[in-house]
């Protein structure tokens, strides 16, 4: 696989966060990995999406005629196609000595301002902090045996405030699915063969999904250890964010249920739904669940 280099200048702790799970921070902002062009892309989205004013750039081997290729993202510096060969762009900017820091010639006014701008950019970052991102994550297996047993579907929902992302994939597996889970959940082999991906690029792409993100669940120990067993059995780095399980919060806020399965305790928090075993339908449960609870959000932000 071919090896990427990606560099970093004022960027955001959980974009660093990010990238040290797949690249090695080898000097201050510079980041080295070796993995297909899939998860490069993926990576590089993420960077461009997160970065905020920061500067950005990608190198990577390519079968071109100098054997590599470039990205930049807010640098001075532009990539441009040369014939199939990329070069870089000095652009000639002829304002660059105007642009003095605060100093002398500027008012104590003008500097004012700009302490205050400053203040509210943290008053902003304070206000993220106290109301986290987290990932809801659910799975569905052909049984319950993590040694023996297949994964064969993986949700999640990120949530950021009444912002929600889904993500939602069917796994193929080697073997016929047992009656008993086709009937549970209604996925078929059929379904399987037509829209299954291979296990391991969508456990790439979870990894990619939840990023630093507190992970939510419920009964999330078993699906962890699913996904984590895996991810080990590809001699991929493991999940080990923060977890929280709606189920322990469930019994210590309802304490006399007759059970603790899901659907129970949905309706004693008035949510009436049928459970239908799919991952993504459990995961919007959970998410319901999750905005019921009354000591969830405070737990949160522990």
Request: charged share 25%; hydrophobic share 35%.
């Amino acid at each position: 696989m071919p090896l990427t280099i990606i560099t970093l200048k004022n960027s955001t702790p959980s974009l660093r966060g990010d990238l040290s799970k797949w690249m090695q921070e080898i000097a201050t902002g510079v980041y080295i990995g070796n993995f297909n062009s899939r998860i490069r892309e993926f990576l590089w989205d993420r960077v461009v999406e997160s970065v905020g004013n920061g500067e950005a750039t990608i190198s990577y081997a390519n079968k071109n005629e100098i054997g590599y290729n470039f990205k930049t993202h807010n640098t001075k510096r532009i990539v441009v196609d040369s014939d199939g060969i990329p070069i870089v762009k000095f652009p000639n900017d002829n304002n660059d000595c105007c642009q003095n820091s605060l100093g002398v010639g500027f008012s104590n006014a003008s500097k004012y301002h700009s302490q205050r701008k400053f203040a509210n950019t943290l008053n902003s970052d304070k206000l993220k902090k106290e109301n986290p991102d987290y990932v809801i994550v659910d799975i569905e297996t052909d049984g319950l045996d993590v040694n023996k047993n297949n994964i064969i579907e993986v949700a999640a929902i990120k949530c950021s405030d009444n912002t929600c992302i889904e993500f939602q994939k069917l796994i193929k597996i080697s073997r016929e699915l047992p009656e008993l889970i086709v009937s549970l959940t209604g996925i078929t082999n059929a379904m399987i063969e037509k829209e299954g991906e291979s296990l391991e690029d969508v456990l790439d792409d979870l990894s990619i999904f939840i990023g630093n993100n507190t992970i939510v669940g419920y009964n999330i120990k078993f699906d962890m250890k699913f996904i984590n067993s895996k991810m080990a059995e590809f001699g991929k780095r493991t999940i080990t964010n923060r977890t929280i399980d709606l189920m322990i919060l469930s019994k210590k806020e309802n304490m006399y249920l007759p059970n603790y399965k899901l659907e129970t305790v949905l309706n004693s928090y008035g949510i009436k739904t049928k459970m239908k075993h799919r991952a993504l339908e459990d995961a919007k449960n959970t998410y319901k669940l999750a905005n019921k609870l009354n000591k969830f959000k405070s737990f949160l932000k522990r």
